[in-house]
């Protein structure tokens, strides 16, 4: 069963950046695709980010142009890069895998890290 690590939150201010880093305990090849959820304070979960095994890329309309997706397979690691971030963007974020698509698009996913605490102040 594969263990997603996140890392990478912190607090900054509105305009500032950050780079999430996901460390999976197995090849990403293996577990599929991957993708990057969110959640606010009274808000529910939302789907960020995802990639597929091929590298197809999609986005968050609130995220487009600002946040890139990415991984390294070498390194079984998936990346967000945050950039002009606002303080809407403020919220627990989650690494989320699955070998299905639909089930990840969907946020079913089966694996899950802890999330780590984006805090981005005006």
């Known amino acids: 069963q594969a263990q997603l690590v996140e890392s990478g939150g912190g607090s900054v201010q509105a305009g500032g950046s950050l780079r999430l880093s996901c460390a999976a305990s197995e090849s990403t090849y293996s577990i599929g695709y991957m993708g990057w959820f969110r959640q606010a304070p009274g808000k529910e979960r939302e789907r960020v980010s995802t990639?597929?095994?091929?590298?197809?890329?999609s986005y968050a309309a609130s995220v487009k142009g600002r946040f890139t997706i990415s991984q390294d397979n070498a390194k079984n690691t998936l990346y967000l890069q945050m950039n002009s971030l606002k303080p809407e963007d403020t919220a627990i974020y989650y690494c989320a895998a699955d070998s299905r698509l639909d089930r990840l698009w969907l946020g079913h996913a089966d694996y899950w890290g802890q999330g780590t605490q984006v805090t981005v102040s005006s």
């Open positions: 990639i597929t095994i091929g590298g197809t890329t």
